[in-house]
């Protein structure tokens, strides 16, 4: 299968692992993969970011309820939000979740962006499992296009070393630990290149946040709500 499906199924086994109620997906873009986690029966609330609302609206409405939705009504509740802003700013409406996804998100900030992302995700958000996948620059060299980058909107492209440094010391600094996988196979022989898509897997060391400690995060509301069902 082609690599985005690959990366997504990497995500539906992950919430087949660890069954979170609440998942958020940062930089969802045209929203197809909550679009697959939305069958999920673990999942009781959705939500989607992204700084570019036309990409979200691109396919929203196949994020409402069919009408057999309301003729044999699930087992359990589920709610689906689309939210427009940026993974550099806080915003309350994205506490309490169980697992974030970043797929494809991370080479597409500005180095400042990239700076507050860490306190957003980790401090602010403190989810109690983070995934992070961006493109492995080494396996450049194996794709036919030979570009720098892979897309022109990457502002970087980490080798293995730069992307497991980054992620090591953010975990460190925010008491996660971290693992690193990857989808995309190197051809035999060529291993030491790694996957073409890298993955951390970023888990809280520490026990949940309880509702208390989250009301001592006073923030306002800074994202713009787009979208809203509730099954
Ligand atoms: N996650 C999707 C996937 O795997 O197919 C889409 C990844 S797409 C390559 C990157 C997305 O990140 C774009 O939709 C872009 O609008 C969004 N994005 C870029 N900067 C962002 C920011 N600061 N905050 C939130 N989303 C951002």
């Known amino acids: 299968p082609p690599l985005y499906k690959q990366r997504y199924q990497f995500i539906k086994d992950l919430v087949g692992k660890y069954k979170p109620k609440k998942v958020a997906d940062l930089g969802c873009a045209d929203c197809t993969l909550l679009q697959m986690l939305k069958f999920c029966s673990s ?25 057999g939705d309301y ?6 509740p589920l709610t689906v939000t689309l939210h427009q802003g940026s993974v550099a700013h ?38 109690r499992i983070v995934v992070i996948s961006t493109p492995n620059f080494e396996f450049n060299a194996l ?12 502002k970087f492209e980490w080798n293995q070393a730069q992307f497991q440094s980054w ?6 600094r925010y008491d996660y630990s971290v693992e690193f996988t990857g989808v995309g196979h ?8 790694g996957f073409c898509t890298q993955i951390g897997v970023f888990v809280r060391k520490y026990p949940q946040t309880c509702e208390s400690a989250q009301s001592e995060k006073p923030t306002e509301a800074v994202y713009k709500m787009v979208f809203r069902a509730v099954y």
């Open 143 to 154: 794709l036919p296009n030979k570009a720098l980058f892979r897309h022109p909107d990457h």
């Open 43 to 67: 999942i009781e609330v959705l939500a989607g970011l992204d700084i570019c609302t036309s990409v979200m609206k691109e396919n929203m409405h196949r994020l409402s309820p069919l009408p």
């Open 71 to 76: 003729l044999q009504p699930a087992e359990r």
């Open 186 to 193: 190197p051809p035999t022989g060529m291993e030491n290149v």
């Open 90 to 127: 806080k915003d309350p409406c994205m506490l309490g979740f169980d697992l974030v996804t970043c797929i494809e998100l991370i080479e597409h900030l500005e180095q400042s962006e990239l700076m507050k992302f860490p306190e957003v995700v980790f401090g602010f958000m403190a989810p």
């Open 167 to 172: 992620a090591l010391e953010t975990a460190r």
